[in-house]
């Protein structure tokens, strides 16, 4: 069974950072293309960053420059940098595979103005 387990979130001000971690279980990062995504309230769920297996990253246009996905394979956890947050970062932050379909819990980013 595959399990993806997000943790990092939190309150941070304006200007600040986070890193946010997904683990994996039942599956391996390095041979699979993880992202972020993210839903704030009343919104739909958005894409934010992604990782193919070749190490190629796409971003969402909001995020880029500012945010940055990566992977550790020996502890098969994706990271999500995220620097110079703004208010409208605030969402909750899920994790993907897209194969076999998978989310993980999510966890709570607040960015306050």
């Known amino acids: 069974q595959v399990q993806l387990v997000e943790s990092g979130g939190g309150v941070v001000q304006a200007g600040g950072s986070l890193r946010l971690s997904c683990t994996a279980s039942?599956?391996?990062?390095?041979?699979?293309?993880p992202g972020w995504y993210r839903q704030a309230p009343g919104q739909v769920r958005e894409f934010v960053a992604k990782?193919?297996?070749?190490?190629?990253?796409n971003y969402a246009d909001s995020v880029k420059g500012r945010f940055t996905i990566s992977r550790d394979n020996a502890k098969n956890t994706v990271y999500l940098q995220m620097n110079s947050l703004k208010p409208e970062d605030t969402a909750v932050y899920y994790c993907?595979?897209?194969?076999?379909?998978?989310w993980g819990q999510g966890t709570q980013v607040t960015v306050s103005s």
């Open positions: 990782l193919s297996s070749g190490g190629s990253t």
């Open positions: 039942g599956i391996s990062f390095s041979i699979n293309a």
């Open positions: 993907n595979v897209p194969w076999p379909p998978t």
